[in-house]
DNA sequence: CTGTATCCGATATGATACTG
DNA sequence: CAGTATCATATCGGATACAG
């Protein structure tokens, strides 16, 4: 996803460049609205990830300190991931990213609904 | 960067797909502070980037909605791009992950100072 | 249960050269 | 000026199989 990332220095981009790729927001999401979730449940939460995605997403999120591992060395091992606090805060922006989303999606389905399929250039704009 | 995004239905990731990639967030923010801007000048300001990337980022936000592309058929041809509403819009969520990105920054460059050189997650932590 | 190790194919990036 | 075309490389995502 994310590694060779933020060519232009610009600070945005290195907090996306950390939350990017696809099942990322979605795991950031999951752990805000549980408080804490372990490896299988996020499997369960997420049918289509693999494995191997899913671990190399909680890897980035701890290693950019947005996500905190916990691992309990019991038969078998229990590990569970939560949001760090600046997780947290992360999510506070995400969500507003949310509900734009959110409006536009809605404004495209009455545009849409009235005036029939159109592109989403034509869609967004007005 | 974003063609077959968003396997989650997460409306987050779907306008992440839109704005993220590498220059991607640079290239609305300097479109945001300057009103409009020719290719050329885009260019100019992006020092490393190819003339390929940075028209498939241009047409890639010009497909969502999120910029106008100006055309004016004089010989040599001019082109101008600018911010649609809704690009003005996101503009406004971009700049709250911007000051959280500042204030991280900041609080890391403190710790650091203080306590020698630790890892990201460890900085981030606290 | 919680991961690693591999392999593969698709996609994205970047450099370079060329055009209306 | 504002791109397009082409090619080479790198990286990523996903499937599968295996391990502590």
């Given at each position: 996803?994310?590694?060779?990332?933020?060519?232009?220095?610009?600070?945005?981009?290195?907090?996306?460049?950390?939350?990017?790729?696809?099942?990322t927001?979605?795991?950031?999401?999951?752990?805000?609205?549980?408080?804490?979730?372990?490896?299988?449940?996020?499997?369960?939460?997420?049918?289509?990830?693999?494995?191997k995605v899913?671990?190399?997403?909680?890897?980035?999120?701890?290693?950019?300190?947005?996500?905190?591992?916990?691992?309990?060395?019991?038969?078998?091992?229990?590990?569970?991931?939560?949001?760090?606090e600046?997780?947290?805060?992360?999510?506070?922006?995400?969500?507003?990213?949310?509900?734009?989303?959110?409006?536009?999606?809605?404004?495209?389905?009455?545009?849409?609904?009235?005036?029939?399929?159109?592109?989403?250039?034509?869609v967004?704009?007005?």
């Amino acid at each position: 996803m994310t590694a060779k990332h933020n060519p232009t220095q610009c600070p945005m981009e290195s907090i996306l460049g950390q939350i990017m790729g696809p099942w990322t927001p979605y795991i950031l999401w999951l752990l805000s609205n549980e408080k804490a979730l372990r490896f299988g449940e996020l499997s369960a939460r997420i049918p289509d990830i693999s494995a191997k995605v899913l671990t190399d997403r909680l890897r980035k999120l701890e290693a950019s300190g947005l996500v905190h591992r916990d691992y309990q060395p019991t038969v078998p091992p229990t590990v569970s991931y939560s949001l760090t606090e600046r997780g947290q805060e992360l999510h506070c922006v995400l969500q507003g990213l949310n509900e734009v989303a959110l409006r536009w999606d809605e404004e495209d389905r009455d545009k849409v609904a009235k005036n029939g399929m159109m592109d989403a250039a034509e869609v967004a704009a007005d």
